[in-house]
């Protein structure tokens, strides 16, 4: 946490991630950047005013993937495969149900 001022590790049912002291897992924001069209500052300016984020703790995320980007790609990954079992198993749900 020294070396990533702003960044914590909260423990939860997916295990232990970083996180912004106050606000989203870096995961979120990593994947919030790669779903928008805006790139640079104007990608930064769109974040700080729909996730109601300052431009320090965006370039705290930006900054802790920039060391760590493996663990985060990682990480959305991961979360992906499980968005898609999921959303597979509504699908049948909803097959079965007519």
């Not at 300016?45 to 431009?55: G, I, K, P, T, V």
């Not at 320090?56 to 990682?74: N, P």
């Amino acid at each position: 946490m020294e070396e990533h001022p702003g960044i914590v590790f909260k423990d939860g049912p997916a295990g232990r991630r970083p996180a912004l002291r106050v606000g989203p897992d870096v995961w979120e924001l990593i994947k919030y950047f790669r779903e928008i069209d805006e790139r640079g500052q104007a990608a930064i300016d769109r974040a700080m005013e729909e996730l109601a984020l300052s431009e320090v703790q965006i370039r705290a995320a930006l900054d802790y993937y920039g060391a760590y980007a493996d663990e985060i790609d990682a990480d959305i990954a991961e979360r992906q495969r499980y968005a898609d079992v999921a959303y597979e198993a509504w699908l049948r749900r909803q097959e079965l149900l007519g």
